[in-house]
């Protein structure tokens, strides 16, 4: 079965604190693929990063960065050093190699940034 | 840039009646799909079509049905409108190739009154 978890249902920060969402995932695909995505109140989601289950480097884009473990099924996201302009929903997403056409994504994680 | 565009931001319907929302991509996908969003229930997949006339039921097809008649159009269709339907609706598409990303649309607010 494919799964995704998103624990934390919201999140409030203050402004320029650091902030981690987590995302868990269960498959049995050897070669799959997480995807984290933000819903800005606008309701657009917006893509921000893939990655595929043979590369487990951590990436980083400038604030955000991702942490991703097979050993423990996690892509965690966190954001450096938060911004007003980081509040949203921010969805994790997963598609295995035998489930090209669907995405199972977690509920969603409500970040808010307190200026 | 890959662009989704849902005809209808917010709609506000009355319970029975026909209801449509229309998604229009412009990057030739394959692939495109019918999401419902809900609060603590995140999205969940209602139909997907991966060509032209061809389409497939999701986790909740139940009270809708859709339309593939060109490549680049994709419509839900709510036959008759009840106020549990109320919800968020987003359209997304994709190239069919495994972990290929999904691009979404910006969502119609539907309301049923």
């Known amino acids: 079965a494919q799964k995704v978890t998103q624990a934390q249902t919201e999140i409030s920060v203050v402004e320029k604190e650091d902030v981690t969402l987590d995302c868990v995932y269960e498959t049995r695909d050897t070669t799959y693929y997480l995807f984290w995505y933000k819903q800005p109140p606008s309701g657009e989601l917006v893509f921000l990063i893939r990655?595929?289950?043979?590369?487990?480097q951590n990436e980083i884009s400038g604030r955000y960065s991702w942490n991703f473990q097979k050993s423990t099924s996690s892509f965690n996201f966190t954001i450096t050093a938060s911004q007003v302009v980081d509040s949203a929903v921010y969805f994790c997403?997963?598609?295995?190699?035998?489930?090209?056409?669907?995405?199972?994504f977690g509920t969603g994680t409500s970040l808010t940034v307190i200026p | 840039d890959v662009k989704v565009t849902q005809s209808s931001r917010y709609l506000v319907k009355r319970t029975g009646e026909k209801v449509f929302l229309e998604c229009v991509q412009d990057?030739?996908?394959?692939?495109m799909f019918w999401y419902r969003q809900d609060p603590g229930l995140g999205l969940r997949l209602i139909y997907f079509s991966y060509d032209v006339k061809m389409k497939e039921k999701g986790d909740i097809p139940e009270g809708y049905s859709v339309s593939r008649e060109k490549k680049e159009r994709f419509s839900l269709i709510l036959e008759s409108a009840s106020t549990n339907q109320t919800s968020m609706y987003l359209c997304a598409s994709s190239v069919p190739a495994s972990g290929n990303t999904i691009y979404f649309g910006e969502g119609s607010w539907l309301t049923v009154v």
């Open positions: 997403a997963l598609s295995g190699s035998n489930t090209g056409n669907q995405f199972y």
């Open positions: 990057m030739d996908h394959e692939n």
């Open positions: 990655r595929n289950s043979f590369d487990e």
